[in-house]
């Protein structure tokens, strides 16, 4: 894969998100045919975690489409490979450092500026996507990120290999 498709990929990360996908599904389809899984798939798999999980401003949901996009990269797929599982969360932690020096945080809420979100009650009304809601948010900018963050962690693959 050339550096123009990985670039290309990050483009649409945030073209997805600009056409009302959550912040998870923008990301985790942008990537997800290198896996075998098909847009539609994609975007169902990732539908829950926008909002920081369902709306409720905890890990930032392009975040959470790093996660899921290491998982089908590099996921163990037999519960006693041990090596395998510590080899996935080795590169999940090493991708959500570089997200979170990146961005400040890996909480939406805080991503998002609003406090006290540990306590408030959060709606599951998805907020309608309206200029001002593009405006007002930097979610497009964190899709952005996510999804350049895994090209890269792509390209560094691919080079050592």
Do not use: H, W
Not at 97 to 114: D, R
Request: net charge negative; proline share 1%.
């Amino acid at each position: 894969m050339t550096e123009q498709e990985l670039d290309n990929r990050v483009a649409q990360a945030v073209d997805n998100f600009m056409k009302g996908y959550g912040c998870a599904q923008s990301v985790v389809a942008a990537f997800s045919d290198l896996y075998g899984l098909d847009e539609e798939m994609a975007l169902r798999i990732a539908a829950g975690f926008g909002g920081g999980v369902g709306r409720l401003r905890m890990m930032c949901g392009a975040v959470s489409g790093i996660v899921m996009l290491v998982g089908l990269d590099c996921g163990q797929t037999e519960g006693s490979d041990r090596a395998g599982k510590s080899a996935c969360y080795k590169v999940v932690q090493e991708l959500l450092a570089e997200s979170k020096a990146q961005n400040g945080s890996l909480i939406c809420a805080e991503i998002l500026g609003i406090q006290g979100y540990e306590k408030a009650v959060c709606s599951y009304e998805a907020s309608p996507r309206t200029a001002e809601y593009y405006k007002t948010r930097p979610c497009a900018a964190k899709v952005e990120s996510a999804a350049r963050i895994f090209a890269d962690y792509l390209k560094k693959k691919m080079e050592n290999t």
